[in-house]
């Protein structure tokens, strides 16, 4: 009943048609493979049609028939630039064309090659040079400049670049080049010699002088246009292959507050390379923080040293396993600080031996801020040894969670108890005891480790030798343990350059260099290096250990310069420093509870050795 009266209100649903899912899958299958064979036969007859084209432009090479060649190549290439042509029918265009000029080259490369070996161009093969012209041009011109680069760069002699260039000129095609260049030919040659030199003052690493050279070159208009362009291309490279190292040494000298040389460079940099925004940038941070007067200094250069300090003043002194040593030789930490402070009350300004790292290579002077005097501080003998240790020195250096430099001695940390982190802290509070960045020149032995850290077999061997001889016994350190040491060492080496710190050599075990036979000194110099090199610490400046220098014999002295140190320090009771032809000299002060205590040593002309030295630990 209510079925019929749905149907009468019509309002009965009518039956959907069922769909044949099969019939559908079929349809849309026999679609697909359609699809794929309709393109799968395109594909092939466009591969046919192109290998149809290929074969007639290789057959016509074959058959020496040029013009036909080159009529057929300019279809294709006509049509790789055909915009009213698809996307994917120039495309093919262009791997056909280039596939045209590969056959084209490898015929055109075979007889260059045989030019190049010494061999005439014969008949058939000039018909191939002339008749190719467009692609033969192509490929045959970059050579002859390529070899007329070779003739300046001294690579190829005038003879040979002479006659590849005659046996070129043969094809018509080519000889308004190869004419125009043998026209220049009494310039390229007399330009070898001018870029021989560019080149090795290239070598020599006086970037701004090699910039020059090429500059010169390419600017001086007697010079035949090859050869100003080929001295451009060469200022070009060089600059570009410069400015990323350039660039970043001058954010080094940035980071390490050396303002003035940061802002030398730069400013040679924003001549050579104007409109740079990163040269600019840091142009501005070095105006900002550079002294504003400079000037020359021609007086005397104070040279002052110290030991490590001694900060545990339970073990240093009268307690000490060697007293005497302690006493005579070693600061405490609070001496130090004295020191410090009494240098600057009296205008002096720690420098760099970098001042004068450029001699004998280069003209040197030394600068200061108007109204300062010059300083060095070194680091004498900086060893972190059982002796200093016993007499209360610091153990290591480290860096701290701050990420700054600290030390440990005994069971204490903190950076009060060594003379890097104490003078670290100095300059931050006096920023203007330093000049460019100084900081004190750490003269290094390496015999028994590298700021109290371990690397290698020699050291550990050292150590314990040194250990115990005060009853006392240093772990043995397997590979592991040793690589750890070197891990933590090179963190702390990274810290220190990237801070201006200065590293000096003074032998391996800091023995009197002057009394040392041939052998002991090469022993001394090559330990010095093998602990050092491979944690990339590098010095020019060699502090002869208590002043004994080693003048008097000349192999001794070659042994010394031959390991790279042209910077020396002696020692002696007042300032003095000369330049010589391979090597400048200073000598320095020793500071010490001996020196200050000690008229003949003089060092009232730059201290109040009385108000600095605590004799209540000195009797």
């Given at each position: 009943m209510w079925l019929k009266r749905r149907k009468e209100l019509n309002i009965y649903e009518e039956e959907k048609p069922q769909i044949n899912w099969r019939k559908g899958l079929y349809i849309l299958l026999s679609t697909v493979a359609l699809l794929v064979i309709v393109t799968s036969l395109l594909f092939l007859l466009g591969r046919k049609e192109r290998s149809d084209i290929e074969r007639g432009f290789v057959t016509a090479l074959g058959e020496k028939q040029y013009s036909l060649a080159m009529k057929r190549y300019h279809a294709v290439q006509m049509g790789a630039t055909d915009l009213s042509l698809s996307d994917d029918e120039r495309?093919?265009?262009?791997?056909?064309?280039?596939?045209?000029?590969?056959?084209?080259?490898k015929l055109i490369d075979q007889i260059s090659e045989s030019v190049l070996s010494?061999?005439?161009?014969?008949?058939?093969?000039?018909?191939?040079?002339?008749?190719?012209?467009?692609?033969?041009?192509?490929?045959?011109?970059?050579?002859?400049?390529?070899?007329?680069?070779?003739?300046?760069?001294?690579?190829?002699?005038p003879e040979r670049w002479e006659a590849l260039l005659s046996t070129f000129s043969k094809p018509s095609n080519l000889r308004s080049v190869t004419d125009g260049l043998l026209e220049q030919k009494d310039c390229l040659c007399a330009s070898i010699t001018v870029f021989a030199e560019a080149a090795d003052i290239e070598k020599g690493g006086d970037w701004q002088l090699a910039w020059s050279s090429w500059q010169k070159i390419s600017d001086n208009k007697e010079n035949c246009?090859?050869?100003?362009?080929?001295?451009?291309?060469?200022?070009?490279?060089?600059?570009?292959?410069?400015y990323s190292h350039l660039l970043d040494l001058a954010g080094k000298m940035v980071e390490a507050s050396r303002y003035v040389s940061g802002y030398d460079l730069l400013s040679r940099m924003q001549k050579v390379f104007p409109g740079r925004q990163e040269i600019d940038n840091l142009l501005k941070i070095c105006e900002k923080n550079k002294p504003s007067s400079i000037e020359s200094w021609k007086g005397e250069v104070e040279v002052l040293s110290v030991f490590p300090l001694t900060v545990q003043k339970e073990l240093a002194f009268a307690s000490a396993e060697d007293p005497g040593y302690a006493l005579n030789n070693l600061l405490t930490a609070d001496e130090f600080?004295?020191?410090?402070?009494?240098?600057?009350?009296?205008?002096?300004?720690?420098?760099?031996?970098?001042?004068?790292?450029?001699?004998?290579?280069?003209?040197?002077?030394?600068?200061?801020?108007?109204?300062?005097?010059?300083?060095?501080?070194?680091?004498?003998?900086?060893?972190?040894?059982?002796?200093?240790?016993?007499?209360?020195?610091?153990?290591?250096?480290?860096?701290?969670?701050?990420?700054?430099l600290s030390a440990r001695a005994g069971l204490k940390t903190g950076p009060e108890l060594d003379a890097i982190p104490i003078l670290d802290s100095?300059?931050?509070?006096?920023?203007?005891?330093?000049?460019?960045?100084?900081?004190?020149?750490?003269?290094?032995?390496?015999?028994?480790s590298i700021l109290g850290y371990v690397c290698n077999e020699a050291q550990m061997k050292a150590s314990q030798k040194a250990w115990e001889k005060f009853a006392q016994e240093y772990p043995e350190l397997d590979k592991a343990g040793l690589d750890k040491q070197k891990s933590e060492l090179l963190k702390v080496l990274t810290l220190l350059k990237t801070e201006g710190w200065d590293f000096a050599s003074v032998g391996d075990r800091g023995l009197?260099?002057?009394?040392?036979?041939?052998?002991?000194?090469?022993s001394e110099l090559a330990g010095w290096r093998e602990s050092t090199v491979p944690l990339g610490i590098e010095s020019y400046s060699f502090v002869f250990p208590n002043g004994s220098n080693v003048y008097t014999d000349a192999e001794s002295l070659n042994k010394v310069l031959d390991s790279g140190f042209h910077v020396f320090f002696g020692e002696g009771p007042k300032p003095y420093y000369f330049f010589e032809k391979k090597f400048v000299h200073f000598d320095r002060t020793m500071v010490s509870g001996n020196t200050l205590t000690t008229p003949s040593w003089k060092l009232e002309r730059i201290l109040d050795p009385q108000a600095i030295v605590d004799m209540s630990l000195r009797r």
């Open positions: 495309a093919r265009k262009k791997l056909l064309q280039d596939q045209m000029e590969s056959d084209a080259f010494g061999a005439e161009l014969s008949a058939d093969e000039e018909d191939l040079l002339e008749g190719l012209a467009e692609l033969s041009a192509a490929r045959i011109l970059p050579l002859l400049r390529e070899k007329s680069e070779e003739l300046l760069d001294g690579k190829l002699s246009r090859f050869v100003r362009e080929y001295a451009g291309y060469h200022l070009r490279a060089y600059q570009e292959r410069e600080k004295k020191m410090l402070d009494q240098l600057r009350e009296k205008n002096y300004i720690l420098i760099s031996p970098r001042e004068v790292q450029a001699w004998p290579n280069a003209e040197v002077e030394l600068r200061v801020p108007s109204g300062k005097k010059p300083l060095m501080l070194i680091f004498d003998q900086w060893s972190y040894s059982a002796l200093n240790q016993l007499c209360g020195t610091a153990a290591q250096l480290f860096i701290d969670k701050e990420g700054h100095y300059l931050l509070e006096y920023p203007d005891f330093s000049f460019d960045g100084a900081k004190a020149l750490i003269a290094l032995r390496t015999d028994e009197d260099t002057g009394t040392l036979s041939h052998e002991e000194l090469s």
